[in-house]
């Protein structure tokens, strides 16, 4: 169901605000999305360029020892779910559950979703390129990182968004960047401190 004009954006605005940040420079990077949020009604939608706020999902399986990735097609890289939000959603972590649902192939009832977010990562995307005035300029996607739980036999399905999904051990995932590693190991923590179920 859709929300009001504003709704997903006073969401945003509201959970990066109120969120603690694990660390001083993931405060700074809280600072950063509040001050584009704050100058930008439609910061969350990828009509805002060069900047656009993305939610995306970690999911870990409930013992915490797996981690679900994606072959991301443009960029050719596993990374976690996620991507653009839509007009129909309402909250952030509601468009990272979204696109934790469409990415993995797994039924929504099957993912567990912790609402507050564990991770930012602010990177360029060059093959997310503005048009108009803002031609040629990178595009910054501004993701807001959230956790969820699948369970331990849940098999995902490969979407048209990706060139393959698949669960990987968290002690051996391929290739990863280091703000992947770093979110990972958030996540972990998070799931050790709630306790959050996997089905």
């Known amino acids: 169901m859709s929300g009001t004009p504003g709704a997903l954006h006073a969401d945003a605005l509201a959970s990066l605000v109120s969120w603690t940040a694990p660390d001083a420079a993931q405060e700074e990077l809280r600072q950063r999305y509040v001050a584009h949020l704050e100058a930008t009604p439609n ?6 360029t060069p900047d656009h706020v993305t939610a995306s999902a970690i999911v ?10 994606t072959l991301h097609a443009k960029a050719g890289r596993w990374f976690q ?3 653009h939000c ?5 909250t952030l972590a509601g468009a990272a559950h979204r696109e934790a649902v469409e990415e993995s192939g797994l039924a929504s009832s099957l993912l ?11 990177h360029p995307v060059p093959f997310c390129r503005p048009g108009g005035a803002e031609a040629g300029r990178p595009v910054h996607h501004l993701d807001v990182r959230y956790l ?3 369970p331990e036999a849940a098999r ?8 393959d999904v698949r669960w990987w051990p968290v002690d051996a995932l391929p290739d990863p ?8 190991e958030l996540a972990r923590e998070r799931l050790t401190a709630r306790g959050l179920p996997g089905s």
């Not at 870990?60 to 990735?69: K, S, V």
């Not at 960047?177 to 990972?184: G, K, Q």
């Open 81 to 83: 779910l996620g991507g």
């Open 156 to 163: 995902p399905e490969v979407s048209e968004e990706s060139l």
């Open 60 to 69: 870990l399986d409930a013992t915490g020892e797996h981690a679900l990735l």
């Open 112 to 122: 567990a979703l912790d609402g507050v977010p564990v991770q930012l990562s602010e």
């Open 177 to 184: 960047e280091a703000d992947l590693l770093r979110l990972v």
């Open 86 to 90: 839509e007009e129909g959603d309402t």
């Open 43 to 48: 910061g969350v939608y990828r009509s805002s």
């Open 148 to 150: 969820v739980v699948a």
